[in-house]
């Protein structure tokens, strides 16, 4: 009779996560950018979406990171990022991590490049308070970042007009290959490439 009922639980739990699969993939093909990786292992299934791969001067990046729990009970990451992701201002609120470098690289060669802060992390932010505890995705739930890229931030002050000034120089990108490696705190990493033209 246990052996049954386990069974039944397992049949119904089965049932669900194919349900959450569906509705996901569903509410991907509705999401107005382009997929560019998905990967589900550990039963977390992670995607990195796209508006372009390429760009023209002063026009911005949309990057979405998704990672949705298939399992009937939450799921923590099992690491902190790793490969010099970084979540920008508040991060700690997602598991997701961006890397950028200019130039093309893969994962194979991207150890040897230089990498650019895509995110202002030199000013001052006020955080939402964040609860004491790993995060943990809730059971057939999704969480999603976005970032909207257009240029790299080093440390220093830009005059602000009329007098004071702000902390962090933005620096546009120039015309030319860039790479994002983009991952979370499962262990899923997927390399985004994007161009950046020379203009008109």
């Known amino acids: ?4 009922t386990k069974r039944r639980w397992q049949k119904a739990a089965l049932a ?15 999401f107005p950018f382009q997929t560019y990786a998905f990967q589900a292992p550990e ?4 995607s990195v979406l796209t508006n372009s791969t390429t760009l023209a001067p002063g ?7 998704k990672d949705t729990n298939y399992l009937p009970f939450p799921n923590s990451p099992r690491s902190r990022l790793g490969m010099n992701l ?9 598991p997701f991590g961006v890397a950028a470098y200019a130039g093309d690289y893969s994962l194979g060669n991207v150890s040897s490049a ?6 202002d992390v030199f000013g001052y932010f006020l955080c939402p308070l964040i609860s004491i505890g790993p995060f943990a995705l809730s059971p057939f739930r999704s969480v999603t970042k976005t970032a909207h890229i257009d240029g790299y931030w080093t440390a220093g002050q830009t ?10 120089v933005f620096h546009p990108f120039a015309p030319g290959e860039y790479t994002l490696v983009v991952g979370d705190g499962w262990g899923h990493t997927a ?3 994007f161009r950046v033209t020379a203009g008109t």
């Not at 009779?1 to 049954?4: A, H, N, W």
């Not at 026009?59 to 990171?65: I, K, V, Y």
């Open 159 to 168: 005059q602000a007009p009329g007098g004071g000034f702000s902390e962090g």
């Open 114 to 119: 230089t990498q650019v802060q895509v995110f």
């Open 43 to 46: 039963a977390v299934g992670f």
């Open 191 to 193: 390399v985004v490439h």
């Open 86 to 94: 970084s979540s920008g201002v508040c991060g700690l609120l997602f």
């Open 1 to 4: 009779m246990e052996t049954r």
């Open 16 to 30: 669900a996560a194919l349900v959450a699969v569906v509705a996901v993939v569903g509410a991907l093909e509705a």
């Open 59 to 65: 026009q911005t990046l949309g990057l979405a990171m």
